[in-house]
């Protein structure tokens, strides 16, 4: 196991207003602090979602591992080969290497804080996510990025059953 001594000089202080916001309902994620403001220590954001919308499909990260912790509402994540219900106040941390996703509960809203650790530069891959969304890119371009955001797509049988 490595340790990550990180490098930055000042305390990171995000305000709700100052906070940019990619999406909107039903899927939107604020950007709260990137790897760069942190010295590598974390990547985090604020990811609220409504009627039951997916937060990110099926995918690993190589060098990080996620936390979830749910703010309020339902959530349904998967961890591996299990999908977990959570409720406000649960957390649910993924190792680096294990398939994961989330997405509010059918019918229900949740209110996400997700943290990866270490940090990698991601809020260039939301605006990218957005840039799809939009029409500005096309959805293939998002396997291009896969390695520089480390987040690699797979196909998950049990999320797809369970989401289905």
């Known amino acids: 196991m490595s340790l ?28 709260l602090a990137d790897s760069s403001a942190t010295g590598g220590a974390l990547s985090t954001q604020r990811v609220t979602l409504t009627g039951g919308a997916d937060g990110a499909r099926p995918h690993w990260h190589d060098r990080s591992a996620e936390m979830f912790f749910l703010l309020d509402g339902a959530a349904d994540i998967l961890s591996g080969e299990d999908v977990v219900t959570a409720g406000p106040g649960d957390l649910v941390i993924v190792p680096p290497g294990k398939p994961h996703a989330f997405a509010a509960v059918p019918g229900a809203d949740a209110d996400l ?8 530069e991601r ?18 371009s998002i396997l291009e990025v896969q390695e520089r955001y480390d987040n690699h797509f797979m ?6 059953g369970r989401r289905g």
Do not use: C, M, N
């Not at 490098?7 to 604020?30: C, K, L, N, T, Y």
């Open 155 to 160: 196909k998950s049988e049990v999320w797809d």
């Open 123 to 140: 809020f260039e891959y939301f605006r990218h996510l957005q840039r799809i969304r939009l029409g500005e890119a096309t959805p293939e």
């Open 4 to 31: 990550l001594v990180p490098r930055f000089d000042e305390s990171v202080i995000v305000r709700e207003a100052d906070a940019e916001v990619v999406g909107g309902s039903p899927a939107a994620v604020r950007l």
């Open 113 to 120: 804080l997700i943290v990866i650790t270490p940090g990698v």
